[in-house]
């Protein structure tokens, strides 16, 4: 697997009002890896998320994709460097289908009066689904109350899964998931990556972040404990770092860790 | 590893199951076709059809279904109780007492859709057309006839509807308010036609404001509108003065509007171009798209509802050619106002089910936070959307003008604005937003009509009853509405 990363964000800070919630942050996605962040509640996976998804502006830092500055403005340009986030809340459309949902946004429209194409996005639509190996929704054009959660999972991991994307962000994909619909989303994650993505696996289930990921960075309070691989620690030091901030010789020093509680 | 090619689908299917359905290929097994999404295709056949819309009105998609059982009831019981409902010189008239509800009500829909209320559309309408009435009666030459700086006022509150129309990029709304304001300025709306411009232009301004304070400000809708729905009142008054009526009749365009039919010839071309146009694009979509293996509405249900709106359609046309007038004058012919509806019907239809605008107003009102992770300008599709309302009140303004020879002083009060908001939710669409067509506001609009016309020919039925049978037919749409948002959790 390549060495350097496709998206590296370094030293992001970011408050809300006088809260500091990131403190000089160094997060990096790797190609074809399964990224996988994890921390307490609170500990700023969110707000990193969406900062990446350009959802927040970051108040300090430098974002560089594939070693290049770039300033993420707003979800527009997040989109178009290829980076793609599967919200916790899926930010599906009740109201509107399957294809509507999937292309929202980003529609295919006819020349010359710029109408919408559904013919094309209802077939790249389902080609999509095919391939993902989808086989429990019924009609790409059911509407998407009419789904079940593991179903919105894979719409919205689909959309994903839709655009040339370089890197998607997975916010706790499994929370709301069965036994079965964890196993086919988490084949799907590894998938993702074997396909040459960065993927990004924000979970609290440890046994999920333990089976699909490569590396791993915890963040305590707000700051990066550690970046480690999965090889290289164990699922006691792992749970140690979210909870302390530091395992053994691996995470922050104690006085930063005391500062930061 | 590190590109990726340009296929839309990086990901190959390593999981056995969804290959082997596909190449053990077993015809027999059809419990297994929801991997090809079978469902998409639709019924095959009438049966299946029928099965397929009763499925779906209990999933909470009533559709249609609620006004036209209204319509018919409306017309059952009053077509048999009264002697005069069911002539050529009463239903007749339905258009156009109908139009000025519809046509306010299509703007609603597109605020409705995102889950904000108008209240303020119906004394918009009032004010607007009224501005109309006073500059056309004037040769154009408002200044002269406004005083105490409301002139001034009048075009300051242009103006910056336009500057406001520029930073939100509205490009559409801002030519028009600028459009408006040279019309203000000179003295253009002595012609009839471009007075009508003048008043739907101010309905543009004045949706744009209203937008802009929902959207960016942040006031919710509901207080917004109250204050404006007071606020244009008071601008009517200031316009006019207390009890006064600005007649209209003399000016051929706005009162041939309500006023002037087609001739039956011309009635049954617009008859024909609408049911050849309406049948070639579905008939030619339903096939095509069937063939290229995509959802399609079967064409047993396509032809089935050409065919009744060719015996509806006919039927009316037949209906309103014949001669309804009294003694020597001939009254034949449709009136100009079904065109009119017809035109804002398709034109509307096309915005909000072809064009990704609309498509945004169905996200935005379905889930305005996950529209703006797709990336979409939620605020600025809530100004376009009061834009769109409050222009389309305006000319319902002028068309209620055109109804009643002139704008008196109160116009666009009472109920007029609840009459068309309560035409919107008969027709279907939802107060929770994300659901509504425009065709609701036109099925809607002929129910809250066909009310008081029928109630109107019964000489012992007060007004009393109007209010209370009306009030009714709106809470039964809203518990539909209500129903149906919990059956399908839209």
């Given at each position: 697997m390549a060495d350097s990363p496709i998206l590296s964000m370094r030293g992001i800070d970011k408050s809300f009002g006088a809260i500091q919630v990131l403190h000089s942050v160094d997060f990096n996605v790797y190609p074809g890896e399964v990224m996988a962040l994890v921390g307490d509640n609170g500990a700023g996976k969110s707000t990193l998320i969406k900062c990446v998804g350009g959802i927040y502006p970051i108040d300090h830092g430098d974002v560089f994709f594939e070693g290049t500055p770039v300033t993420i403005h707003g979800p527009r340009d997040a989109a178009a460097l290829g980076i793609e986030i599967v919200y916790q809340d899926l930010a599906l459309c009740d109201n509107l289908d399957i294809v509507q949902n999937m292309f929202l946004g980003r529609e295919i429209k006819k020349r010359?009066?710029?109408?919408?194409?559904e013919p094309a996005m209802e077939q790249r639509a389902r080609e999509t689904l095919k391939s993902l190996s989808?086989?429990?929704?019924?009609?790409?054009?059911?509407?998407?109350?009419?789904?079940?959660g593991g179903q919105r999972q894979t719409v919205a991991i689909a959309k994903a899964v839709l655009w040339n994307n370089r890197v998607v962000l997975l916010d706790e994909p499994t929370a709301a998931l069965g036994v079965a619909q964890t196993r086919q989303v988490l084949d799907l994650v590894r998938r993702l990556a074997q396909s040459g993505l960065g993927v990004v696996l924000i979970s609290h289930n440890m046994n999920d972040v333990m089976e699909v990921a490569d590396r791993i960075t915890t963040l305590y309070l707000g700051r990066v404990a550690a970046e480690v691989?999965?090889?290289?620690?164990?699922y006691q030091q792992v749970v140690e770092l979210i909870t302390t901030g530091r395992t053994g010789t691996i995470g922050l020093q104690p006085a930063t860790a005391a500062e930061s509680a | 590893m590190t590109t990726q090619g340009?296929?839309?689908?990086?990901?190959?299917?390593?999981?056995s199951t969804a290959l082997h359905h596909q190449e053990g290929s077993s015809p027999e097994a059809p419990s297994h076709s929801i991997t090809d999404f079978t469902a998409d295709f639709g019924a095959a056949n009438l049966r299946e059809t029928v099965h397929a819309y009763i499925a779906k009105v209990r999933g909470g998609e009533p559709g249609a279904l609620p006004a036209l059982l209204g319509l018919v009831v409306l017309v059952l019981t009053f077509g048999f109780t009264t002697k005069l409902f069911i002539s050529v010189g009463n239903l007749a008239n339905v258009p156009g007492q109908a139009a000025p509800t519809i046509i306010i009500a299509m703007g609603l829909v597109f605020v409705l859709l995102l889950g904000e209320i108008d209240l303020a559309a119906g004394t918009a309408a009032g004010a607007c057309s009224g501005a109309m009435a006073l500059a056309v009666n004037n040769n154009g030459n408002l200044a002269k006839v406004l005083h105490g700086g409301t002139f001034g006022a009048y075009v300051i509150f242009m103006a910056v509807a336009l500057i406001v129309a520029l930073w939100q990029r509205l490009w559409l709304g801002a030519a028009a308010v600028l459009f408006g304001l040279v019309i203000l300025l000179t003295h253009?709306?002595?012609?009839d036609v471009v007075s009508i411009a003048l008043a739907v232009t101010t309905g543009t301004a004045i949706g744009v404001l209203t937008g802009i304070l929902v959207a960016r400000v942040g006031i919710p809708s509901f207080v917004v509108t109250l204050a404006l729905f007071l606020t244009w009142q008071g601008v009517l008054l200031l316009f006019e003065g207390n009890g006064a009526t600005v007649p209209t009749r003399g000016f051929a365009a706005i009162n041939g509007i309500e006023n002037k039919n087609l001739s039956p010839m011309w009635g049954w071309i617009v008859f024909v171009v609408s049911v050849v146009g309406y049948g070639t694009v579905t008939i030619f979509r339903s096939v095509r798209r069937r063939a290229r293996n995509l959802s399609a509405e079967p064409l047993v249900l396509v032809l089935l509802r050409l065919v009744l709106l060719i015996v509806v359609g006919a039927f009316s046309v037949y209906f309103l050619n014949k001669n309804r007038g009294k003694g020597l004058v001939k009254i034949e012919g449709m009136p100009w106002i079904v065109p009119i509806v017809l035109v804002l019907l398709v034109v509307l239809t096309l915005l909000l089910t072809k064009t990704a605008f609309g498509r945004y107003l169905y996200a935005v009102g379905g889930n305005a936070e996950g529209s703006l992770r797709a990336g979409i300008n939620v605020p600025r599709m809530r100004v376009s959307a009061f834009t769109i309302s409050s222009s389309l009140a305006a000319f319902g303004g002028v068309a209620l003008a055109s109804y009643s020879g002139g704008v008196n002083?109160?116009?666009?009060?009472?109920?007029t604005l609840l009459f068309a908001v309560g035409a919107a939710v008969v027709g279907g669409t939802s107060l929770f937003g994300g659901r509504g067509r425009i065709r609701d506001a036109v099925l809607g609009g002929l129910v809250i009509t066909l009310i008081p016309n029928g109630l109107g020919l019964h000489s012992n039925m007060s007004s009393a009853y109007n209010f209370v049978i009306t009030g009714a037919f709106l809470l039964m749409a809203a518990a539909v509405d209500a129903a149906s948002r919990r059956r399908s959790a839209v």
């Open positions: 010359p009066f710029g109408n919408l194409d989808v086989r429990t929704v019924k009609s790409v054009r059911q509407v998407v109350s009419s789904l079940s691989k999965r090889a290289d620690v164990t | 340009s296929t839309p689908s990086p990901v190959e299917p390593t999981t253009l709306a002595s012609n002083s109160g116009a666009g009060g009472g109920n």
